[in-house]
């Protein structure tokens, strides 16, 4: 059976600053001049090589059988969203060819396919007939699409006064229910509240249960590793790594952990939902025996120090978690403001948070940090940003032994005490 999704060496390039498309005089005259500088500039600066080429994707290439569900891992501009974009045919190719042998539903962006002066009911039955659907067939799903998405009291607006929540409940409702051989979901789940994100993950796995291909661009390891079992890595437009999700995992975080630093940049950070409020700017990790300086290697057993920088601007805010995860996505631990009782401060304006924690017993292996800002009293996640940093934990010789723990053998290095009482008479 030849795979439902074939990729022979895409690459995708992009000539930076080029506009197309209708162009008023302004424009027009506007873009005269500027060529005009910009061959006055080449002829001044013949020696200078050409930076107006982006390559987005390089040969890139991957067969899809039908009922695979796949996840696609990357860091910032890596060119995930680009490949999926190609893939949903928004884009085309600049070399090589896709093969596609079904029906594809993308949910990309927030509202993508939805006509704003149209309402929830009429751009249900807009996506269907894009999909190819017939009216009968949209209708025998419409009930499930309004149940799932639990917008029946706004059925009837025009959806562009939806919020982004909204918005995304339909749109990935539709997307899920309309039975296409494909679905591509992008990072705009994170969009949805934490509920409702296990709803869709669930709904994911029961689409790729029916025997239906599922593609998932995803900064949340946990939900890569529990959807889907291959993955691919994508690196500066080049898949580097298809394969098992444990491995490819293990292979993203590679990456980070090679590059990351001790004081992380979050402000064009890509693990953070389209419409999370950009409040938390900086993440910095120190230990006692680094003192002032940022590190990203720490050894079992250190007093660890996470400086939140942040900008609240006239927001105030009672609530921030620091999650940490290990390598193949599960959650280690978390703590928070809210687990200290004396800790009664409003965060508003710019600072600095510190989260102090007097002795971390990670055993080795590598580790990610997940921040979340936002209010108690209702909860509400303002700023959420997954895989914020990474960071890497050595032995020390905590147990004082020279051995160090196994892999696989848990995550906290746990001290412990034993005897052998041998003047104790009783059954055994």
């Known amino acids: 059976m030849k795979p439902i999704i074939e990729i022979q060496n895409i690459g995708k390039k992009y000539k930076i600053g080029v506009h197309r498309g209708y162009l008023s005089l302004r424009e027009q005259l506007m873009s005269k001049t500027r060529g005009v500088l910009k061959l006055l500039n080449r002829q001044n600066s013949s020696s200078q090589g050409r930076k107006d080429e982006f390559w987005a994707l390089r040969d890139v290439s991957l067969n899809v059988n039908e009922g695979e569900t796949i996840g696609i891992i990357g860091r910032n501009g890596a060119g995930k969203s680009t490949l999926l974009k190609i893939l949903s045919k928004i884009t085309p190719p600049t070399t090589g060819k896709i093969l596609l042998r079904g029906r594809v539903a993308s949910l990309l962006e927030v509202g993508t396919g939805f006509h704003p002066e149209l309402t929830g009911r009429e751009n249900i039955y807009l996506n269907g007939t894009v999909l190819g659907m017939t009216r009968a067939e949209i209708k025998n799903k419409f009930d499930e699409i309004v149940a799932f998405s639990e917008i029946e009291k706004f059925l009837d607006t025009p959806v562009k006064r939806y919020s982004s929540g909204m918005y995304v409940r339909l749109a990935f409702a539709v997307a899920a229910h309309l039975e296409p051989e494909i679905l591509v979901v992008d990072e705009v789940l994170a969009v949805g509240d934490s509920q409702f994100q296990k709803k869709c993950i669930g709904k994911m796995s029961d689409v790729a249960q029916k025997g239906r291909t599922v593609l998932f661009v995803s900064h949340n390891i946990d939900a890569i590793s529990k959807l889907c079992p291959m993955t691919i890595v994508i690196d500066s437009g080049r898949n580097i790594f298809y394969g098992d999700s444990k491995n490819a995992i293990r292979s993203y975080l590679s990456l980070s952990i090679k590059d990351e630093k001790g004081l992380v940049d979050l402000t064009q950070h890509d693990g953070r ?64 403001t809210h687990h200290r009782e004396q800790f009664n401060h409003t965060i508003t304006g710019k600072g600095v948070i510190q989260c102090h924690l007097p002795s971390v017993l990670l055993n080795p292996g590598v580790y990610t940090i997940t921040v979340m800002m936002g209010r108690r009293t209702p909860h509400q996640n303002i700023d959420v940003v997954e895989n914020a940093m990474t960071f890497n934990v050595d032995f020390g010789d905590y147990f004082k032994s020279g051995i160090a723990p196994l892999q696989g053998q848990g995550y906290f290095a746990q001290i412990s005490y034993w005897a052998v009482d041998d003047k104790v008479n009783g059954n055994v």
Do not use: P, W
């Not at 990203?296 to 609530?319: A, E």
């Open 273 to 336: 939902g389209s419409q999370m409020m950009m409040l938390a700017r900086k993440i910095g990790l120190r230990t006692t025996r680094s003192g002032s300086e940022y590190v990203n290697t720490v050894f079992t057993g250190d007093s660890l120090v996470f400086d939140i920088f942040f900008d609240c601007n006239n927001l105030r805010l009672d609530l921030v978690q620091i999650g940490v995860s290990s390598l193949h996505g599960q959650r280690v631990f978390t703590v928070g």
